[in-house]
């Protein structure tokens, strides 16, 4: 205790104080060095966050190894802000070089701008997301299928970057996919990945289209790696089977005027006390399986 405490002591009384203070100030390299310490730390994250942070705290470190130099005239404080001047350097030339190396095509960056940049999700992620599909774009022709009722397996994941489908069971018209939905979303979700499925709807072009495939396999692949992609893919999946769902509500009602409402699935037993209940089964319920209309519910056009 007794060489503790005399450790302390020597740390905190043994050092000379400041009997006397420099009456003028520090030159102008030294306040434009501090300007640029304050500014530089106000920097974001993100790659341009970190070019911002390391150019002005570079700049900031310059100016006091100038400072230290010219003024001061200490071989110390200039070094050490020259070797901090030249990691910022080093860590700008690198950020840079990541940026520009993840540099997409059109298609993708329009989507990264229209889809993913309003969540938050990073160059980096996405560049993963890219990667998982070759970064590549398909072309659909105009009445040509992207999947069969009853013949095509469930093996991907598609989203619509532009153009229209047009989704039908039994040649009886369903509902549209439009640019930046996913064509198969339902079928996605209703299988389990060791499971396989076939479709139960046909889609077809309706339009010229363009769209982004995922593999199964390679996506899963990809979720086992990164949970954090998990969650997004699950939340844009769920959200994109409720607008399906919402615009297979809208056509859809129980007769004599009363449209069916799948918020307010008793609605109509309320509105029409004499007419039978129509009971939804579970099937029609379960996940995976907005495409397929209630059974007893008849189209708004027929």
């Known amino acids: 205790m007794g060489e503790n405490a005399s450790f302390w002591e020597s740390?905190?009384?043994?050092?000379?104080?400041?009997?006397?203070w420099k009456q003028e100030a520090e030159g102008s390299i030294y306040h434009l060095a501090s300007i640029l310490f304050v500014v530089g730390f106000m920097g974001g994250s993100g790659f341009f966050g970190l070019l911002y942070v390391f150019s002005l705290?570079?700049?900031g470190f310059l100016c006091s190894s100038v400072w230290a130099w010219l003024d001061v005239c200490a071989a110390d404080i200039f070094s050490w802000n020259f070797i901090l001047f030249a990691i910022c350097f080093v860590q700008f030339v690198y950020v840079t070089y990541q940026v520009r190396s993840v540099a997409f095509d059109r298609e993708f960056q329009e989507l990264y701008s229209a889809l993913f940049q309003p969540l938050g999700i990073s160059l980096t992620v996405y560049r993963k997301i890219v990667l998982?599909?070759?970064?590549?774009?398909?072309?659909?022709?105009?009445?040509?299928?992207?999947?069969?009722?009853?013949?095509t397996p469930i093996d991907k994941l598609s989203l619509l970057v532009s153009g229209r489908i047009r989704v039908t069971?039994?040649?009886?018209?369903?509902?549209?996919?439009?640019?930046l939905q996913f064509l198969d979303s339902p079928e996605w979700d209703s299988l389990r990945p060791t499971e396989e499925g076939i479709f139960q709807v046909t889609l077809t072009a309706e339009t010229d289209c363009r769209y982004v495939a995922w593999r199964r396999k390679k996506l899963?692949?990809?979720?086992?790696?990164?949970r954090f992609i998990s969650r997004l893919f699950s939340i844009l999946i769920g959200s994109d089977i409720a607008e399906k769902l919402y615009a297979l509500n809208d056509r859809v009602h129980v007769g004599q005027?009363?449209?069916?409402?799948?918020?307010?699935?008793?609605?109509?037993h309320v509105a029409l006390p004499e007419t039978p209940p129509v009971q939804l089964s579970h099937h029609h319920l379960q996940r995976g399986s907005p495409r397929h209309k209630p059974s007893g519910l008849t189209n708004c056009g027929s």
């Open 11 to 20: 740390l905190i009384y043994a050092h000379p104080t400041c009997t006397t």
């Open 57 to 59: 705290l570079g700049l």
């Open 132 to 151: 998982c599909c070759d970064a590549e774009v398909i072309t659909l022709e105009k009445e040509h299928c992207y999947a069969m009722q009853g013949k």
């Open 169 to 179: 069971v039994d040649g009886e018209f369903l509902h549209y996919i439009f640019p």
């Open 220 to 226: 899963y692949l990809l979720f086992a790696k990164h």
């Open 257 to 268: 005027g009363f449209r069916y409402d799948i918020r307010l699935p008793n609605f109509y």
